[in-house]
């Protein structure tokens, strides 16, 4: 199988799903990272930051967009390595981004074509009324151009039509356990992190000019990965909501469930000490 992940900002792959395409790529699937923006503007904590020093290091003051983003995209890029992503595509467009781009949209359709992947990991767009959320605009991209790959006629384009299988998004803040606590409203697929969390953590800790290193990067992996886990019946998940239904043969159960015991649950859950195994 092949797994593309379409994000804004070159840390949304891995905070999002480090951790399910490190456990693809384990399995032998291909794994494609694209990022749309240069995102240089995003979380510039590092050069921020050194404004607010005594002495600040002319260096950083001085960095333009450029060095800001090539910075991000080396953090990028020793995470997607530490992950196992095979391929980091960048778009390096602007990422003062507020609404739907024709050409961006066709940035997007053209690699989704390329690629061919058989599914796409992609935020949930998360501000249907605020539209102009950057991480909104990106999947609303996304499905933009998946419309125009599903249309792409040889004739009139050079190449055939493309079909994804499905897309999964992520980022949907929402950690109910069932489908009725919240009137329907939920992530309905996790994927179980827990054997392969230090390298997220360790992952993460690449974004240091953003700040997701070290503790910050402990606690967010404890708390959102925790917490989903816990709606997961696991020490750690990354969750996702389907935006296809899916068909089969007969009703569905998931080798999870079927091993599933609520008595002992609560020791599964907290199996992993993560500041103490990941320091
Ligand atoms: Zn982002």
Request: glycine fraction near 6%; charged fraction near 25%; charge should be negative.
């Amino acid at each position: 199988m092949k797994v593309m992940t379409i994000y804004a900002h070159p840390a949304d792959t891995i905070t999002n799903c480090g951790g399910t395409l490190a456990r693809h790529a384990e399995a032998g699937d291909e794994v494609v990272a694209l990022i749309i923006t240069h995102g240089g503007r995003i979380h510039a904590n590092r050069y921020a930051e050194e404004w607010r020093k005594d002495d600040p290091d002319e260096a950083i003051t001085t960095a333009g967009i450029d060095d800001i983003a090539a910075h991000k995209w080396d953090e990028l890029r020793r995470a997607a390595d530490i992950i196992g992503v095979h391929r980091v595509i960048g778009l390096d467009t602007d990422d003062r981004v507020a609404s739907l781009q024709e050409h961006v949209v066709d940035l997007v359709a053209e690699q989704i074509a390329l690629e061919r992947p058989d599914v796409i990991i992609c935020d949930y767009p998360l501000n249907p009324v605020v539209a102009s959320n950057t991480h909104t605009v990106a999947t609303t991209t996304v499905l933009a151009a998946l419309g125009r790959t599903g249309t792409y006629l040889r004739n009139l384009d050079g190449r055939a039509e493309f079909h994804v299988k499905q897309v999964f998004f992520t980022s949907l803040p929402v950690f109910a356990a069932d489908g009725l606590s919240l009137f329907g409203v939920r992530n309905d697929v996790f994927v179980d992190i827990t054997p392969v969390v230090g390298r997220k953590v360790a992952a993460m800790d690449c974004f240091d000019s953003q700040g997701y290193s070290g503790l910050f990067a402990r606690k967010l992996i404890e708390s959102n990965n925790g917490e989903f886990g816990r709606a997961a019946g696991v020490n750690f998940a990354e969750a996702f909501y389907r935006m296809r239904n899916e068909t089969h043969d007969l009703l569905p159960v998931t080798a999870a469930a079927v091993a599933e015991d609520p008595l002992t649950r609560h020791l599964r859950y907290s199996e992993v000490d993560l500041r103490a195994t990941h320091p």
